[in-house]
């Protein structure tokens, strides 16, 4: 498995905020804002649009593909997403274009019994209209027997 | 002071944790996967973070307005598993004169009683973020 180094780009995107995407977000946890479901709402409440659930972006939705996983070292049997930070800077609405990138912010390893924890945090801006509307910071924990790091 | 009420959500069932992770295209096998999830001892399909941040936003919006949520920071500490309601508390911790912001701590329960996730949620009254 590849060895995570701050500095490394997992990619760059451009997207649409889909309509469909927020309101599956807010069918599957059950957000019971009038404002996320109804666009004319929404409007007379002053929004451009269908607000964005603040959460609802994560930056894996966006990237191309998955290469991201080996050049993050992220391993689904044994990694999993411990914390998760986000920064609003603007908010986001349905139908925004938003342009982002995702880079390895930090990586941190640790002895556990016979194994190593390796922390891989990636950090991903969004922009819109070439302003910085979001930052997040997710943090994956992979776990290693001791020779699968070099 | 703990701001009321708490935010539930619906129940977390397979369709819905599926769901979720189909519309923010997450390859993990561990959200739809129960053959996956028994390999890595899991007892079956566990839902995304996104969705326990979701959550956790949801419920300062609910009490602070749509465009309230400035920051969020939240560490995982136990998976959600198929069939829960998850419960998100928040407590008030502080406030900023400069800003009229407000700093929140969130805790998420599972099912009643199982302590999934803990952090902090600064909100902005004003809205519009920051």
Redesign the interface.
Known sequence: MTKPLVGTVLGEFQACLER??TW??D???????P??LDPEVARS?G?PDI?V????L?F???LPD?SW?ERAGIA???S????????????LHVGDVVTGRSVIGEVTEKRSGTARIVKTRIDTTYRLHGELAAEEFVTYSTRHVAKEVA | MTETPPF???V?DRE??A??A?????????HRDPD?CR??GLPGPIA????V??????A???VHG??S????????RAPVHVGDVLECRLTRTGEQPHDGSIALEVVVIADGDRFCAEGTIVVDPK????
């Open positions: 469909a995407l599956r977000v069918w599957t946890v059950g957000l019971d804002v404002e996320y409440m929004h607000p659930p603040p959460g609802a994560v894996f939705a966006f998955q996983l689904y049997d044994r999993l997403a411990v914390r998760r930070r986000l920064i609003n800077h603007v908010p | 539930r959500t619906v977390l819905r944790i769901h979720f189909e519309a923010m295209h997450d390859p993990n096998p561990m996956f390999s890595v995304p973070g996104g969705m941040v979701v959550a956790a936003c949801h300062a919006v609910r749509i465009e949520v400035r920051e969020v920071d939240l560490s995982m809205g519009a973020c920051a």
